[in-house]
């Protein structure tokens, strides 16, 4: 593992003295601290898709490779013509994609020529089948035709040695074609991020058991092991910890042979809070009180020199922390940079009153193009979690919402989901 890139012992420590940090002021934070730490390989650029770059990619040639025909018609020497309408003999042979016309073309004369066909010597015009008609073996071609009309020049689109991607970008299905198209074989590109998935609580129901009197199903793992799979990350359960620091030591060992940890529960300040216990006993930890709703403290560290998220164990607060402070921090250590997610501005199907100095993320959806939050914020409500497609991102400040007041809208589709 000591290959593994490594962030700063202190990376996570906030500034002193603040007692709620803002949102905007923890994302910051994690913006320059966060740099890649998933590793390298090299792959066939035809099954990258999914994958982030790791390296900037250029491309390997022209495309088109040649000047070649844009329709299929009949191509001739529009330079040796006079303008106006022309009266062409038309040669034998043709010249078609992937069989091209291997002689040179007689100027005053015109060849057939096939969509995606390189422009035989002689030809610099084509002119489209529709528009002409044949008489005895000529090409009757009307006035009007314009020189270079109906061909798409060599590296028109690309040329080699062009820049095509940054590092960073997660390549998609139309990367492919241009990867493909330019002539680029072969990518190197980050391996999906590991991480592991930990949910601690001695009221969690062993896994595939029936829940005892006292036990509730960990609703917990089997999200947040989806979110990263929809982040293109590569999951590791780590099942379940009980509330002790033994317990809890043993699992983030474990957890320490993928490149991150998430967990959930026992992250503030309590007796029971076990995660923060271990990452101060046996690692680094920084308490992040954040100014949000639905929060409480996050807990943040190394262990092992493994970066560590230890979020809420409320299953609301849980998914709200992962996709807007623990998705940012993982897609910068996956090599994907930082991406904010891109919200627009709708107005409110609601009415409510916020209290300044923290932000609030309401569970929502959109409705004929208005906003509407679930009835109950209760922090416990996991079917409202259910119910939303998206948050309304409250601003610190106090402030009333009335219906038509615009709001931000983030769906959930702008978190990768
Ligand atoms: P904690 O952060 O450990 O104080 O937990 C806060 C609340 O979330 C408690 O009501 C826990 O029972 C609940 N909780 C913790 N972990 C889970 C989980 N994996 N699934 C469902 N609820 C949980
Ligand atoms: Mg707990």
Known sequence: MSDKAKLRDDC???????????????????????????????????????????????????????????V??????????????????????????GAPFAGTLRPGSALRILTGAALPLGVDTVVLEEDVTLKSGRVEIPAGWKRGANTRPKGEDVKADAPLFDAGRTLRAPD??????????AVQVRRPLRVAVLSTGDELATDGAPPQAHQIPDANRPMLLALLRAWGMAPVDLGQAPDTEAGVAESLDQGARADAILTTGGASAGDEDHISRALRQAGTLALWRI???????????????????????????????????????????????????????????????????????????????????????????????????????????????????????????????
């Open 12 to 70: 996570f420590a906030l500034p002193s003295g603040v007692v709620w940090t803002p949102v905007d002021a923890a994302l910051s934070h994690l913006r320059a601290e966060m740099r890649p730490v998933a590793r390298i390989e090299t792959l066939p650029a035809g099954l990258a898709a999914g994958r982030i770059l790791a390296a900037p990619v250029i491309a390997g040639r022209d495309n088109p490779p040649w000047t070649n025909a844009a």
């Open 72 to 97: 299929d018609g009949y191509g001739f020497d529009g330079v040796a013509c006079p303008a106006g309408s022309l009266s062409l003999p038309l040669v034998s042979g043709r010249a078609a994609a």
């Open 176 to 185: 492919l074609a241009l990867l493909a198209a330019a002539g680029v074989a």
């Open 291 to 417: 100014a949000v709703k639905p929060g409480r403290p996050l807990a943040l560290g190394l262990w092992q020199g493994v970066p560590i998220f230890g979020l809420p164990g409320n299953p609301v607060a849980a998914f709200t922390c992962a996709l807007i402070f623990a998705r940012p921090a993982l897609l910068a250590l996956a090599g994907g940079g930082w991406r904010p997610a891109e919200g627009i501005t709708v107005p409110a199907a609601f009415a409510k009153t916020k209290k300044a100095g923290r932000r609030e993320f309401l569970r929502a959806r959109l409705r004929e193009g208005r906003a509407e939050v679930f009835a109950s914020e209760g922090s416990g409500r996991v079917s409202g979690l259910a119910w939303a497609e998206g948050f309304v991102e409250l601003p610190d400040d106090a402030g009333s919402v009335q219906p038509g007041d615009p709001v931000r809208y983030l769906p959930f589709r702008a978190f990768g989901l």
